[in-house]
Protein backbone atom coordinates (compact mmCIF):
# COMPACT_ATOMS: atom_id res chain seq x y z
CA UNK A 1 0.00 0.00 0.00
CA UNK A 2 1.18 3.66 -1.06
CA UNK A 3 1.71 5.76 2.55
CA UNK A 4 1.41 9.56 2.85
CA UNK A 5 3.46 11.68 5.28
CA UNK A 6 2.99 15.73 5.10
CA UNK A 7 4.39 17.81 6.83
CA UNK A 8 4.07 19.79 9.04
CA UNK A 9 1.56 18.12 11.42
CA UNK A 10 0.64 22.22 11.79
CA UNK A 11 1.81 25.13 11.74
CA UNK A 12 1.00 29.05 12.74
CA UNK A 13 1.19 31.94 10.71
CA UNK A 14 -0.02 35.68 10.20
CA UNK A 15 -2.19 36.94 7.73
CA UNK A 16 -0.38 37.69 4.51
CA UNK A 17 2.34 35.45 5.15
CA UNK A 18 2.93 32.55 2.49
CA UNK A 19 2.37 29.44 3.77
CA UNK A 20 3.94 26.01 2.49
CA UNK A 21 2.58 22.35 2.92
CA UNK A 22 4.86 19.22 1.97
CA UNK A 23 3.28 15.98 1.15
CA UNK A 24 5.28 12.89 0.25
CA UNK A 25 3.85 9.58 -1.38
CA UNK A 26 5.80 5.84 -0.44
CA UNK A 27 6.33 5.33 -4.19
CA UNK A 28 5.88 7.34 -7.43
CA UNK A 29 1.93 8.26 -7.74
CA UNK A 30 2.98 10.18 -11.09
CA UNK A 31 0.45 13.17 -10.20
CA UNK A 32 -2.11 11.44 -9.07
CA UNK A 33 -2.28 13.80 -6.12
CA UNK A 34 -4.82 16.19 -5.18
CA UNK A 35 -5.41 18.77 -2.13
CA UNK A 36 -8.25 19.15 0.42
CA UNK A 37 -9.25 21.77 3.05
CA UNK A 38 -11.60 20.93 5.77
CA UNK A 39 -12.69 23.31 8.55
CA UNK A 40 -14.24 22.26 11.95
CA UNK A 41 -17.87 20.74 11.87
CA UNK A 42 -17.74 20.83 8.00
CA UNK A 43 -17.05 18.27 4.90
CA UNK A 44 -13.31 18.20 2.80
CA UNK A 45 -13.67 20.84 0.14
CA UNK A 46 -11.71 19.39 -3.46
CA UNK A 47 -8.94 22.69 -3.80
CA UNK A 48 -6.11 21.42 -6.08
CA UNK A 49 -6.45 18.00 -8.55
CA UNK A 50 -3.65 16.06 -10.41
CA UNK A 51 -1.30 17.92 -8.27
CA UNK A 52 -1.73 21.71 -9.58
CA UNK A 53 -4.80 22.07 -11.18
CA UNK A 54 -7.15 24.46 -9.57
CA UNK A 55 -10.86 23.23 -8.88
CA UNK A 56 -13.47 25.55 -9.92
CA UNK A 57 -14.16 28.59 -7.95
CA UNK A 58 -11.04 28.09 -5.24
CA UNK A 59 -9.44 31.09 -4.98
CA UNK A 60 -5.84 31.66 -6.76
CA UNK A 61 -3.89 32.43 -3.84
CA UNK A 62 -4.07 28.23 -3.43
CA UNK A 63 -1.77 26.67 -5.65
CA UNK A 64 -0.13 22.98 -5.42
CA UNK A 65 3.28 21.45 -7.58
CA UNK A 66 5.07 17.97 -7.52
CA UNK A 67 5.31 15.04 -9.14
CA UNK A 68 6.30 11.24 -8.47
CA UNK A 69 6.63 11.08 -4.93
CA UNK A 70 6.93 15.15 -3.69
CA UNK A 71 4.56 17.57 -3.76
CA UNK A 72 3.99 20.93 -2.22
CA UNK A 73 0.24 22.94 -1.66
CA UNK A 74 0.88 26.70 -0.71
CA UNK A 75 -1.37 29.32 0.23
CA UNK A 76 0.19 32.86 -1.30
CA UNK A 77 -0.86 35.19 0.94
CA UNK A 78 -2.94 33.38 4.30
CA UNK A 79 -6.82 34.46 4.89
CA UNK A 80 -8.30 34.05 8.06
CA UNK A 81 -10.84 32.10 6.23
CA UNK A 82 -8.00 29.60 5.19
CA UNK A 83 -7.34 28.38 9.05
CA UNK A 84 -8.95 24.71 7.98
CA UNK A 85 -6.75 21.29 8.35
CA UNK A 86 -5.17 20.89 4.58
CA UNK A 87 -5.00 17.15 3.71
CA UNK A 88 -3.18 15.40 0.62
CA UNK A 89 -4.57 12.24 -1.17
CA UNK A 90 -3.39 9.71 -3.85
CA UNK A 91 -5.10 7.51 -5.72
CA UNK A 92 -3.95 4.73 -8.41
CA UNK A 93 -5.42 3.34 -11.48
CA UNK A 94 -7.97 0.95 -9.11
CA UNK A 95 -9.32 4.01 -7.39
CA UNK A 96 -7.70 2.76 -4.26
CA UNK A 97 -7.24 6.20 -2.25
CA UNK A 98 -4.96 7.15 0.65
CA UNK A 99 -4.81 10.19 2.49
CA UNK A 100 -1.77 12.26 4.35
CA UNK A 101 -2.69 12.35 8.09
CA UNK A 102 -3.16 16.21 7.50
CA UNK A 103 -1.90 19.79 8.50
CA UNK A 104 -3.37 22.23 10.95
CA UNK A 105 -2.91 25.60 9.66
CA UNK A 106 -3.74 28.41 12.68
CA UNK A 107 -3.40 32.23 12.61
CA UNK A 108 -0.80 33.22 14.98
CA UNK B 1 -26.77 22.01 -8.24
CA UNK B 2 -25.00 18.67 -6.97
CA UNK B 3 -25.63 17.08 -3.80
CA UNK B 4 -25.41 14.41 -1.63
CA UNK B 5 -27.64 14.23 1.53
CA UNK B 6 -27.01 11.54 4.02
CA UNK B 7 -29.07 9.78 6.31
CA UNK B 8 -29.21 10.88 10.31
CA UNK B 9 -26.90 10.37 13.16
CA UNK B 10 -26.76 6.37 14.23
CA UNK B 11 -26.29 4.83 17.67
CA UNK B 12 -25.23 1.36 17.55
CA UNK B 13 -24.24 -1.44 20.29
CA UNK B 14 -20.79 -3.52 19.60
CA UNK B 15 -21.31 -6.70 17.24
CA UNK B 16 -24.42 -4.71 15.54
CA UNK B 17 -24.42 -3.10 11.99
CA UNK B 18 -25.24 0.22 10.56
CA UNK B 19 -25.95 1.51 7.12
CA UNK B 20 -25.75 4.39 5.82
CA UNK B 21 -27.69 6.09 2.48
CA UNK B 22 -25.98 9.00 0.30
CA UNK B 23 -28.88 10.26 -2.27
CA UNK B 24 -27.33 12.27 -4.78
CA UNK B 25 -28.97 14.62 -7.03
CA UNK B 26 -28.00 17.44 -9.93
CA UNK B 27 -25.95 14.90 -11.74
CA UNK B 28 -26.22 12.10 -13.50
CA UNK B 29 -25.80 9.04 -11.39
CA UNK B 30 -24.28 6.23 -12.97
CA UNK B 31 -22.02 8.61 -14.75
CA UNK B 32 -19.65 8.66 -11.00
CA UNK B 33 -18.68 6.78 -8.64
CA UNK B 34 -19.19 7.33 -4.71
CA UNK B 35 -16.22 6.78 -2.41
CA UNK B 36 -16.60 6.18 1.48
CA UNK B 37 -14.54 8.49 3.84
CA UNK B 38 -14.56 8.57 7.72
CA UNK B 39 -13.57 10.45 10.32
CA UNK B 40 -13.04 9.11 14.00
CA UNK B 41 -13.04 12.02 17.04
CA UNK B 42 -10.42 14.47 16.61
CA UNK B 43 -8.89 12.16 14.09
CA UNK B 44 -7.83 12.86 10.38
CA UNK B 45 -9.56 11.18 6.81
CA UNK B 46 -9.82 7.39 6.17
CA UNK B 47 -10.85 6.04 2.70
CA UNK B 48 -13.44 3.51 2.97
CA UNK B 49 -13.73 2.52 -0.59
CA UNK B 50 -15.38 3.15 -3.79
CA UNK B 51 -18.46 1.86 -5.58
CA UNK B 52 -18.79 2.66 -9.34
CA UNK B 53 -22.43 3.92 -9.67
CA UNK B 54 -22.65 2.73 -13.35
CA UNK B 55 -21.50 -1.18 -12.55
CA UNK B 56 -21.30 -1.52 -9.23
CA UNK B 57 -17.61 -2.53 -8.93
CA UNK B 58 -16.47 -1.97 -5.55
CA UNK B 59 -12.81 -1.31 -3.83
CA UNK B 60 -12.32 -1.70 -0.05
CA UNK B 61 -9.88 -0.14 2.03
CA UNK B 62 -7.25 -3.58 2.57
CA UNK B 63 -8.62 -3.13 6.79
CA UNK B 64 -12.27 -3.19 6.39
CA UNK B 65 -12.69 -6.04 3.73
CA UNK B 66 -15.10 -8.77 5.51
CA UNK B 67 -17.03 -6.22 7.71
CA UNK B 68 -18.17 -3.59 4.83
CA UNK B 69 -20.61 -3.73 2.20
CA UNK B 70 -21.31 -0.63 -0.63
CA UNK B 71 -24.22 -0.96 -2.55
CA UNK B 72 -26.28 1.78 -5.03
CA UNK B 73 -29.88 1.88 -6.18
CA UNK B 74 -29.53 3.37 -9.71
CA UNK B 75 -33.38 3.61 -9.42
CA UNK B 76 -33.55 6.54 -6.61
CA UNK B 77 -29.74 6.92 -7.14
CA UNK B 78 -29.13 6.29 -3.97
CA UNK B 79 -25.75 4.69 -2.26
CA UNK B 80 -25.15 2.74 0.84
CA UNK B 81 -22.68 1.85 3.26
CA UNK B 82 -22.94 -0.96 5.45
CA UNK B 83 -20.25 -1.95 8.27
CA UNK B 84 -20.97 -4.73 10.24
CA UNK B 85 -19.80 -5.96 13.80
CA UNK B 86 -19.13 -2.44 14.82
CA UNK B 87 -16.55 -1.88 17.38
CA UNK B 88 -16.43 1.16 19.71
CA UNK B 89 -13.36 2.34 17.26
CA UNK B 90 -15.59 2.33 14.38
CA UNK B 91 -17.02 5.44 16.06
CA UNK B 92 -16.92 8.22 13.61
CA UNK B 93 -18.63 10.84 10.61
CA UNK B 94 -18.67 8.88 7.71
CA UNK B 95 -18.89 11.03 4.92
CA UNK B 96 -19.60 9.90 0.96
CA UNK B 97 -18.49 11.40 -1.83
CA UNK B 98 -18.57 12.02 -5.55
CA UNK B 99 -15.64 9.82 -7.36
CA UNK B 100 -14.61 11.81 -10.52
CA UNK B 101 -11.07 11.31 -12.58
CA UNK B 102 -9.72 10.34 -8.73
CA UNK B 103 -11.30 13.17 -7.08
CA UNK B 104 -13.67 13.20 -4.34
CA UNK B 105 -15.16 16.45 -5.96
CA UNK B 106 -18.53 16.90 -4.01
CA UNK B 107 -19.22 15.34 -0.04
CA UNK B 108 -21.97 14.38 1.46
CA UNK B 109 -22.70 16.47 5.15
CA UNK B 110 -21.44 13.57 7.28
CA UNK B 111 -23.54 11.41 9.46
CA UNK B 112 -22.64 10.51 12.80
CA UNK B 113 -22.56 6.70 13.65
CA UNK B 114 -21.56 6.29 17.48
CA UNK B 115 -21.11 2.64 18.62
CA UNK B 116 -21.58 2.37 22.40
CA UNK B 117 -22.60 -0.05 24.88
Known amino acids: DIQMTQSPSSLSASVGDRVTITCQAS??????LNWYQQKPGKAPKLLIYDASNLETGVPSRFSGSGSGTDFTFTISSLQPEDIATYYC??????????FGPGTKVDIK | QVQLVQSGAEVKKPGASVKVSCKAS????????ISWVRQAPGQGLEWMGWISAYNGNTNYAQKLQGRVTMTTDTSTSTAYMELRSLRSDDTAVYYC??????????WGQGTLVTVSS
Open chain 2, 97 to 106: ARVGHGTCDY
Open chain 1, 27 to 32: QDISNY
Open chain 1, 89 to 98: QQYDNLLIFT
Open chain 2, 26 to 33: GYTFTSYG
